[in-house]
């Protein structure tokens, strides 16, 4: 794991990406579900990073519908 993280950027939520994560879901048309509200949160924060970015998943269903186009989204 420790060569895996050495390799990506982690970052803390901030509130405000937090409050963005909601843009993700209505977007998809989704309602509730603490699985989406924190997919929403791992694509509200790829998308407020400058420059290209991928979200490394293994369960890449829920983040693509949300990640919509705008974010790569990479299968483990």
């Known amino acids: 794991m420790d060569w895996v993280l050495s390799r ?3 970052l803390d ?3 405000g990406i ?3 994560a909601q843009s993700p879901l ?3 048309g989704i ?3 603490r699985t989406h509200a924190l ?3 791992v694509v509200a924060t790829a998308l407020s990073v400058t420059g290209p970015a991928a979200v490394v ?3 890449p269903d829920g983040i693509t519908k ?3 186009g705008r974010v790569g989204v990479v299968r483990v």
Do not use: K
């Open 8 to 10: 990506l950027i982690v």
């Open 13 to 15: 939520v901030p509130r």
């Open 18 to 20: 937090a409050r963005s």
């Open 26 to 28: 209505t977007d998809a």
């Open 31 to 33: 309602t509730g579900g």
């Open 39 to 41: 997919d929403a949160v």
């Open 57 to 59: 998943t293994s369960g």
């Open 66 to 68: 949300l990640a919509n």
